[in-house]
T-cell receptor, first 110, second 117 residues
Framework: TQLLEQSPQFLSIQEGENLTVYCNSS?????LQWYRQEPGEGPVLLVT?????EVKKLKRLTFQFGDARKDSSLHITAAQPGDTGLYLC??????????FGTGTSLTVIP | GAVVSQHPSWVICKSGTSVKIECRSL??????MFWYRQFPKQSLMLMAT?????????EQGVEKDKFLINHASLTLSTLTVTSAHPEDSSFYIC?????????????FGPGTRLLVL
């Protein structure tokens, strides 16, 4: 099992604030994905990054893959209540197996 | 987009009984499917890789005889929780990569919530 640690584990912020979630591992991954999950549902893919140093933007969300492909970050600008959810990073290897991070539960207060 | 379904979405059973959960890829063939379990407010833990036509590969610490996996066709994998106990209560999710997709995309089912009384 390849361990991915996310920080923070819980985050509660006011609407309009910015935040960053970190995903760190000692293992190198061929790709890294970020998901958001609502209670009682399966996770929904937000982005996949595959190149070390890669930065991807999805509206107010910015994703970065570390140069060594061991870590990643998710930055949300001007958070909205609709951003509330469990954010999960997942590292993939060449066997298409994905190992999920420990998760970050985000609550955005209106 | 690709669709993966799970059945049932909810199951309640008595301790000691066995429960079967199905995972189907509805619009693509999946030679590989993955099974995860998730406890409340925790992340997904990979349990096993289901391989069509061969034995499943289990992650360390997951009991093979407890969680039986059968991948008998290219669109169906089943997870059977044998002699279920209350500690097996969890949210079980399957996923499958679609052949030909770039960047190792995998598609998740909606999950099955198991409650063992």
């Amino acid at each position: 099992t390849q361990l991915l640690e996310q920080s923070p584990q819980f985050l509660s912020i006011q609407e309009g604030e910015n935040l960053t979630v970190y995903c760190n591992s000692s293992s190198v991954f061929s790709s890294l994905q970020w998901y958001r999950q609502e209670p009682g549902e399966g996770p929904v893919l937000l982005v996949t990054v595959v190149t070390g140093g890669e930065v991807k933007k999805l509206k107010r969300l910015t994703f970065q893959f570390g140069d060594a492909r061991k870590d990643s970050s998710l930055h949300i600008t001007a958070a909205q209540p609709g951003d509330t959810g469990l954010y999960l990073c997942a590292g993939g290897n060449t066997g298409n197996q994905f190992y999920f991070g420990t998760g970050t539960s985000l609550t955005v207060i209106p | 987009g690709a669709v993966v379904s799970q059945h049932p979405s909810w199951v309640i059973c008595k301790s000691g009984t066995s429960v079967k959960i199905e995972c189907r890829s509805l619009d693509f063939q999946a030679t590989t499917m993955f099974w995860y379990r998730q406890f409340p407010k925790q992340s997904l833990m990979l349990m096993a890789t289901s391989n069509e036509g061969s034995k499943a590969t289990y992650e360390q610490g997951v009991e093979k005889d407890k969680f039986l996996i059968n991948h008998a066709s290219l669109t169906l994998s089943t997870l059977t929780v044998t002699s279920a106990h209350p500690e097996d209560s969890s949210f079980y999710i399957c996923s499958a990569p679609r052949p030909g997709d770039r960047q190792e995309t995998q598609y998740f089912g909606p999950g099955t919530r198991l409650l063992v009384l």
